[in-house]
C-alpha cells in the first residue's frame, strides 16, 4: 500500500514540478498560484517519500551485505535503525496525505466575550484578544479589529492559511489568578470564549436580502466627532436563523453595514458546516474538539506560570510568552493529533 502512495506523489509531484516552469502556466496568473498552492502542499509529503526511497535502498543494501559477508555487528545495527526508520516514515507519508479540511486556507473572523466571573472575565477577554492578535502578527497575519470593547471582541484575521492556524482557539479559555481588585489576594477562576469562524465567500453563503431586517441606530459607545451624534451604527437580524450582528465602531454606516454583513455571513456557514457535521459522525470524530463554546479548551494558571491545554494534555510553563503570543508548541500538537484522528476516520472509510 505505501509503495504505491509513495508513487502517487512521486508522479503528481513531478507533474507540479513540470508546470512550475511551463510558460503556459506561468503566463496565466490564476493558474499559477493554484499550481503553486498545490506545489507548496504536497512539496513536505514528497521530501518524505524521498526518504522512503532511499531507506529502502539502506535496507535492501544492508540485506544484501549480510547475505554475502555473513554477520556484522555495525551492518546489523544500521539495518535496524533503517527498518526503524523505515516504519516512522510510513506513519508519517500516511499523515501527510490526510485531506485537509476545507476551510484551511481562509480568512477568519474571531468572536472574543467574557463568560463567567463578571468583570475579571471581560479583562481576561481583552487579555486573549492581544494574545490572539499578537499571535497572528508573530505568523505574518493581518489583523483588523471589527468590533473591540466593553469585554467583548471581533477582528478579523486574515493571510493564507489563518483558519488552519486560529481553528485550535475556538473554545472556552480559562484563567486563575488574583484580580488586581482583589484586596484578600484571593485566587479567582474566571472564563472568555472565543468563537473562530472562517470567512464566508457570496458564493460560500447565499443571504437573500428579504429574510434581513437592518436598523439603524446612533451609535453609543466611546470616538471621534459625529460618532455619536450621527445614525451610523447598524443592527442586521437574519430573521429564518434569529442570529443579530451590531456594528458601530466605524463613523460611516455604509462602513458598519459591510463589517456586519461579512460576520453574519461567517456565522451562517459556520452554522451549515455544524449542521453537515452533525450529520456525518466520522467527520465529528476527525476534529480535534468541536469549537464549542461551552467547552474548556485550556486552562492559564498565573500562580504556577502554567498554559495546560486539555484536549491534547499538553501543559508548558511559559505563560508569559504564550500571553505575548507564542503558541506555536500548542499548534503544532493540535495539528497533529488532528491529522491522526483524521488519519484513523480516512482508513476506517
Not at 3 to 28: C, H, K, N, W, Y
Not at 219 to 234: E, F, I, R, W, Y
Not at 267 to 294: K, S
Amino acid at each position: 500500500m505505501i509503495e504505491s502512495l509513495v508513487s502517487q506523489i512521486e508522479s503528481r509531484f513531478a507533474e507540479l514540478s513540470r508546470a512550475m516552469t511551463d510558460p503556459e502556466v506561468i503566463g496565466d496568473r490564476n493558474r499559477f498560484a493554484e499550481v503553486g498552492r498545490e506545489y507548496s502542499k504536497l512539496e513536505p509529503a514528497a521530501k518524505l517519500a524521498e526518504e522512503w526511497r532511499r531507506t529502502t535502498d539502506d535496507v535492501a543494501g544492508a540485506q544484501e551485505l549480510l547475505a554475502e559477508d555473513g554477520d556484522d555487528p555495525e551492518l546489523r545495527e544500521l539495518l535496524q535503525r533503517s527498518r526503524e526508520r523505515l516504519a516512522e516514515l510510513e506513519e508519517e507519508i500516511r499523515i501527510a496525505m490526510v485531506e485537509r479540511d476545507p476551510n484551511d486556507d481562509k480568512d477568519v473572523i474571531v468572536e472574543i466575550q467574557g463568560g463567567a466571573g463578571g468583570d475579571e472575565a471581560g479583562l481576561w477577554a481583552g487579555d486573549l484578544f492581544r494574545m490572539l492578535s499578537r499571535y497572528a502578527e508573530r505568523r505574518g497575519f493581518r489583523v483588523e479589529p471589527l468590533d473591540v470593547g466593553d469585554g467583548k471582541y471581533t477582528f478579523e484575521v486574515k493571510g493564507d492559511g489563518a483558519y488552519s492556524v486560529f481553528k485550535y482557539e475556538g473554545g472556552t479559555h480559562r484563567v486563575q489568578r488574583v484580580p488586581a481588585t482583589e484586596s484578600q489576594g484571593r485566587i479567582h477562576t474566571s472564563t472568555a470564549t472565543v468563537a473562530v469562524l472562517p470567512e464566508a465567500e457570496d458564493v460560500d453563503v447565499q443571504v437573500d436580502p428579504t429574510d434581513l431586517q437592518i436598523d439603524v441606530y446612533r451609535s453609543s459607545g466611546p470616538g471621534g466627532q459625529s460618532v455619536n451624534t450621527t445614525d451610523s451604527a447598524v443592527r442586521i437580524t437574519h430573521k429564518p436563523s434569529g442570529i443579530v450582528v451590531a456594528m458601530q465602531d466605524e463613523k460611516s454606516q455604509l462602513q458598519n453595514r459591510e463589517k456586519a454583513m461579512r460576520v453574519l455571513r461567517a456565522r451562517l456557514y459556520e452554522r451549515a458546516v455544524a449542521e453537515q457535521q452533525a450529520a456525518a459522525a466520522a467527520d465529528r470524530r476527525a476534529q480535534v474538539g468541536t469549537g464549542d463554546r461551552a467547552e474548556k479548551i485550556r486552562t492559564y494558571n498565573y500562580g504556577e506560570r502554567r498554559v495546560t491545554d486539555h484536549r491534547i494534555k499538553l501543559t508548558a510553563h511559559n505563560l508569559d510568552e504564550v500571553l505575548q503570543g507564542d503558541l506555536d508548541q500548542f499548534t503544532a500538537a493540535l495539528t497533529d493529533e488532528e491529522k491522526r484522528r483524521r488519519l484513523e476516520v480516512q482508513e476506517a472509510g
